[in-house]
């Protein structure tokens, strides 16, 4: 188990077991989580984790300040995904590693590991439905939360609608929305968010991002899908498939009803 190693001086004070809430974002995609209710008052956060490190940021809505926890993690979740389960952010997976492990939100944010683990590195982006996590790769794939901590395939689905390298996020029992990603045919991220229905298994089109962007990371706040960071990629020369990518620290807040967002303040480190 590893105690949390804040950087309090880029941001301020650090806020004890406040609320989280998980979403993933990129480059090294990162994982990140919107917060709980803390006994003092309606104290949200957003928590950050992965992104090519073993670092975690927390977002504060009061203060509008991001905190700074270096080398806090056991594994580097990279394009990875989390939630919060029973007051703890899980942080499931990433093209390194098929492991999930928690953050004890209220036991000073202490690290440990879960037994449960993903089917493998390429199951694709997930979700928490009920005690499973439901992961979308080249199938759908439920994953126990509970003894014996089994992975059962769910169903196959028309790939020619999926991405790879988007965000995911389940806004209810009717709607997942993926955002952004590379489409099947270049390297090259895209704008599209995508609502799918797990009872009807099908996908709608929704209005696009302001800006193409992939491994972004995503999490639910109240009708609303906050989007974080991600990497976008550009030829850097017209006439040659040359292309460069870069890292992003900007956030949004996508609405789903309205399908409109805004900007909020970007993060203190692109990933």
């Not at 994982?31 to 090519?52: E, P, Y």
């Not at 990629?233 to 609405?255: A, G, H, I, T």
Request: net charge positive; charged share 20%; aromatic share 10%.
């Amino acid at each position: 188990m590893k105690p949390p190693s804040p950087t309090q001086e880029q941001v301020g004070d650090r806020r004890d077991a406040a609320p989280v809430y998980p979403v993933p974002v990129a480059g090294g995609a990162c994982s990140v989580s919107s917060s709980t209710q803390s006994k003092a008052a309606d104290h949200k956060q957003i928590f950050v984790a992965g992104g090519g490190s073993k670092s975690y940021e927390v977002f504060d809505w009061v203060t509008q300040k991001w905190t700074l926890y270096k080398d806090s993690l056991f594994f580097n979740h990279s394009d990875a995904f989390s939630f919060v389960y029973h007051n703890k952010m899980m942080i499931c997976g990433g093209t390194s590693t098929k492991r999930v492990e928690c953050v004890d939100v209220a036991n000073e944010r202490s690290v440990s590991t879960f037994p449960a683990q993903l089917p493998n590195t390429e199951c694709g982006k997930g979700v928490l439905c009920g005690d499973e996590i439901l992961t979308f790769g080249k199938s759908v794939s439920a994953t126990s939360l509970k003894p014996p901590f089994k992975s059962t395939c769910q169903f196959f689905y028309n790939n020619e609608k999926c991405l790879d390298g988007y965000g995911v996020a389940r806004v209810n029992e009717n709607a997942v929305v993926l955002f952004g990603g590379y489409t099947s045919k270049a390297n090259v991220p895209c704008d599209k968010v995508l609502l799918y229905n797990p009872t009807t298994k099908c996908f709608e089109n929704l209005a696009p991002l302001p800006y193409s962007a992939a491994n972004m990371g995503v999490v639910v706040y109240k009708d609303n899908v906050i989007v974080l960071g991600g990497v976008r990629r550009y030829k850097v020369f017209q006439n040659f498939d040359v292309l460069q990518s870069e890292l992003l620290n900007d956030v949004l807040m996508y609405n789903v009803t309205n399908q409109q967002c805004r900007k909020l303040p970007s993060m203190l480190e692109k990933r």
